[in-house]
């Protein structure tokens, strides 16, 4: 009887481990790893090996049935972590509060069988889409209110930003676009991208987050007057169109094709041209209309 009754817990505890979703806080990067060996209580010595036991981990968990999901751990905002809860650093339980922490507000992904060689691009990608959101909506909280009309600045540039995004959708025919937002901040640039999908005849589809977040950059832009592209790869069963526009006067001004090839076939690094892309045609944007009257922006 006592053999029975103890198996059953350990069937029952089995089955509550399944229900249990978990996060773990992964060093991507190897100067985070090694920062993190300063503290006595972090044994891993390698960083290769440590993220191959995170990868065995992540998979029996997986094999289990259980949810993992990996978020990315800062050792800065680690230690911010600890003296602001007044925890000590150097301890396993208080890597554990802050990976807890890390499943609600930072940037993670859920552990879907994938190689983590695959998963940590993604999850730096998450890391930087996050950052960029978070500048861009406070330099937009910052900026007051307009002392000619009253007006909250950064509010109106929102406001006026989804407006010039909804005209450029308008634009767009049938297929795959692939929108990219840029805007040069100090020795930085934001970039914001948005998937469309309109392969169905008068229908798009977007993810709401991504045009936010895409509107939000533009936002920036209107409020610091900071030089801005939105620029478009459109495919289609027939070919990969480029195009875009550019911020100037509160309202976006087609690219010609001279200008967005040489924006596509310029090495960034190096500033050489590079060959174009074969199969891509590079060409001027389409107008977006805009009748709302230049004597209305005030900001």
Known sequence: MTDTQHGRTTSTRTVLRREIAGTIGLLADEHDFTRMRRYRSFTFDDHTAYLRQVESLLKSLAAAGGHTTVALFDPDEYADFCADAGLEPDTPASRTRF?????????SLPYEGQPLADLVPRLVEEAVRQATWEYASSVLARTGSCPACGEDIGRSAFARASYLVARAIDT????????????PTGQQMLLAVLHIDARTPDTVRLDETSAMELTTVLALALVTDSPCALVVRTTTHHSDRVYGWRLKGKRLRQL???QVFDAYCTDAASGELTAPEPGVEYCTAPPVDDPVPESRHCH
């Open 99 to 107: 990976t807890a922490e890390l499943a609600s507000t930072g940037p």
């Open 172 to 183: 767009i025919g049938e297929g795959l676009h692939h929108w990219v937002c840029s805007v």
């Open 256 to 258: 010609t094709a001279a």
